[in-house]
């Protein structure tokens, strides 16, 4: 032992193993601190690494579960929430809807399908419309909001356990510790280097998710190590390109109209919202608000599809006329103008600035004139108008809001004087659209209340002067404005969809009354106009069999009258709608005809009785001989026809002898009696009171 011991003293005297030994417990002590700072590091680096994992498969699962959630299609929300579950790095998912009602849910969550989910987290996420992350014990828990166009339409909630997401502390520290050992023992400046080396890519794809987290998706990561770190770089390369193709897509649906390829609602009111904000002292600009006309009987005609071409036809024109604008009118540096489409056939254009107002006037007589000329779609020539209203800013206005409903009322007022036209906003239409509204809601109330009354005009046989019917005529008994006549209500109960159940209740209402007339001994038919949109109704024949049988009145007692506007517009839907009350004794009128656009091939077919001569014509015929050809020709058609014919607004007894001899069967107008109450009428009609009545 002796000659072991002293080799070994005289090598521990030696100052190259000396140095040797100090280089090593320097490097040992160097590398031990290394090794805890880049644990650390690493344990950091870890975390964030989990977290932005969770974060990213959530707001994968909610791209992906958001059209379900808008619909709310729990059976498929039930079967992919279940495949996501199986993941190893999924404990729990669960979808909501905009009220925070779960939908669907699997795995370990701590709520169940048709609950009201309280978790903060999540009520923070839908209303920041942001993603949310935090760590409760060894979990992570991410709510992201699931967006679908354009909107929020609910959230994902999802579980996700650190350990299938975050590799643990001890396997770390053996890694470092062994790669450690074999740098001391071995060769430690060349594992020193390799390791740096083979560290680099990891880095890269660590900055790469920290840059997927704060949503910066156009990134590409460049490693060429031919190991799985570049299979790995790849994957991330692909799984950002098709983020990044979701995110474009998904501003394409919040931003852009999918028929037209026009900015939409949402994008033209931010442009409009900018434009507002940042213009100049001074500066003006104005939006129109632009709406076709007759475009919807097209659409009906010619099918959704055909619509849509012809909508995609109608922005290429009103692009084409804007740029035009631009080019002509436009200054160096100055901004171009925005075409949008806010919806079904509504458009809109942002001029963010104009030198003056007369400026937009001139725009939109352009715009007008260039839709007016025919479209060609699939062979059929259509014709369109269009209407436009002019909103100014900043005197109109200067928020999106503010200007778009001041031009939509300059537009409908454009509209209400005939289309093809333009109004600029003025003052006064904001107190005629409060009124409006006002009025409608009263005509709601008064619907509600029983405030409405039918009076009837009698109509006279020229044959005889004897009383043959009458027509009912609806009358508004107005709380305060006192007996109001159709024309003060008629256009808003129509604007407010309300005009198809005043038209059946006049009808119920009529009914009855030439009923209880009839069982007076009275028996004289009545005539009720039918609204256009009481006609179109599916329902129609069967309310007015319904009406018919409640009253007991018999089906001949009745005669239905619709406007020639209405008859022609859909000719062969009409035959077919009126044919099982015509079976069964209902007769029908077309009134104010020759006033709207009559085929004659399909007045040859319509099955009507009676012609109902405008009382325009009737009105003029003594003083306009253009006005009383026209009431001769109608006479004389109906002679043909062997149709029954009413002159309608009889005001003199020239008119009336005039009619006479022309060989028209009714009367109807002041000359004889104007509408009255029921009680009234049946006095009228009284056998000894219609002498003296038709005498005077």
């Known amino acids: 032992m002796a000659p072991i011991r002293h080799a070994i003293s005289r090598v521990m005297r ?11 417990l320097i490097l040992i002590l160097a590398t031990t601190a290394l090794m805890s700072v880049e644990y650390y590091l690493k344990r950091a680096e870890n975390t964030e690494t ?66 009201r989910a309280a978790d903060a987290m999540l009520q923070s996420a839908l209303g920041a419309v942001d993603t949310r992350v935090e760590i409760i014990g060894q979990d992570i828990h991410v709510a992201a909001p699931a967006f679908h166009d354009g909107r929020v339409v609910g959230a994902i909630v999802v579980t996700v356990p650190i350990h299938a997401v975050a590799r643990p502390a001890g396997e770390i520290l053996r890694r470092q510790l062994m790669i450690a050992l074999v740098a001391l023992l071995v060769f430690l400046p060349l594992v020193a280097l390799v390791v740096q080396r083979a560290l680099s890519p990891m880095r890269k794809l660590i900055e790469a998710a920290r840059a997927a987290s704060s949503r910066n998706l156009d990134i590409r990561i460049d490693i060429r190590t031919g190991d799985e770190l570049e299979l790995l770089a790849n994957a991330f390369n692909r799984m950002f390109a098709r983020l990044e193709a979701s995110v474009k897509r998904v501003h394409r649906l919040a931003y852009v109209d999918m028929i037209t390829e026009l900015p939409n609602r949402e994008r033209f009111r931010k442009e409009v919202e900018r434009v507002t904000r940042e213009a100049a002292e001074g500066q003006e600009g104005a939006v129109l608000f632009l709406d076709l006309d007759r475009f919807k009987r097209v659409n009906d005609s010619l099918g959704i599809g055909e619509g849509d071409r012809l909508l995609d036809a109608v922005a290429r024109r009103l692009r084409e006329a804007a740029r035009g604008w631009d080019l002509a009118h436009g200054e160096s540096g100055s901004e171009p103008s925005m075409v949008a489409r806010l919806g079904g056939d509504e458009f809109t254009v942002l001029l963010p600035q104009v030198r003056d107002p007369a400026d937009a006037a001139r725009l939109a007589r352009r715009i007008i004139d260039s839709v007016r000329r025919p479209f060609e779609i699939s062979g059929h020539q259509v014709f369109l108008g269009l209407s436009a209203g002019i909103a100014l800013f900043p005197r109109d206005g200067d928020d999106p809001e503010t200007l778009l409903r001041h031009a939509d009322l300059a537009m409908a007022a454009a509209k209400r004087n005939g289309g093809n036209a333009y109004e600029y906003f003025e003052a006064s239409m ?51 404005a006192g007996m109001l006549a159709p024309g003060a209500f008629i256009q808003a109960a ?4 309300l005009i198809g159940e005043i038209g059946d209740w006049v009808l119920r209402r009529a009914c009855r009354d030439a009923q209880a007339l009839r069982a007076s001994g009275l028996s004289k ?46 000719p062969e839907r009409v035959i077919s709608q009126i044919a099982p009350l015509r079976e069964m004794g ?12 009559s085929s004659l091939s399909y007045l040859t077919r319509m099955p009507f009785d009676v012609f109902k001569i405008d009382q325009s014509f009737v009105r003029n015929m003594m003083d306009d001989e253009h006005a009383r050809i026209v009431v ?65």
């Not at 030696?14 to 090593?24: D, E, N």
């Not at 405030?451 to 020229?462: A, E, T």
């Not at 949109?533 to 009258?561: I, R, Y």
């Open 430 to 480: 904001n107190r005629s659209a409060f009124e409006r509204l006002v009025l409608e809601n009263e005509l709601r109330e008064a619907v509600r209340d029983d405030q409405l009354v039918v009076f009837y005009q009698p109509k006279i046989s020229f044959a005889d002067g004897s009383i043959a019917g009458s027509e009912a005529l609806v009358r508004w008994r107005h709380p305060t």
């Open 586 to 597: 209902v007769t029908f009128a077309i009134d104010d005809f020759g006033t709207g656009h």
């Open 50 to 115: 989990g977290l932005a994992h969770a974060q990213i498969i959530t707001e994968l699962f909610a791209t992906t579960l958001a059209p379900a959630i808008a619909s709310g299609d729990a059976g498929f929300l039930v079967t992919r929430l279940g495949q996501f579950s199986d993941r190893a790095d999924v404990d729990g998912i669960y979808a909501v809807n905009v009220g925070r009602t779960v939908l669907a849910a699997d795995g370990d969550t701590p709520v169940n399908p048709g609950m």
């Open 525 to 570: 038919p009545v005539a009720v106009n039918v609204s256009a949109m009481q006609f179109e109704s599916e329902n129609f024949a069967k309310s007015v069999m319904d009406a018919l049988e409640e009253s007991g009145l018999p089906p001949h007692m009745l005669e239905l009258e619709l406007t020639e506007s209405t008859a022609m517009r859909d």
């Open 632 to 696: 001769e020709t109608i006479l004389a058609m109906a002679r043909s026809l062997k149709l029954k014919t009413v002159a309608e607004g009889v005001e003199t007894p020239e008119q009336y002898a005039a009619l006479r001899d022309l060989g028209a069967t009714l009367a109807q107008g002041y000359l004889f009696a104007r509408p009255m109450p029921l009680d009234e009428f049946e006095r009228y009609s009284a056998p000894g009171a219609k002498a003296a009545q038709i005498a005077g």
């Open 14 to 24: 030696s100052l190259v193993i000396k140095f040797t030994l100090l280089c090593g």
């Open 494 to 497: 129509e604007e407010c969809g």
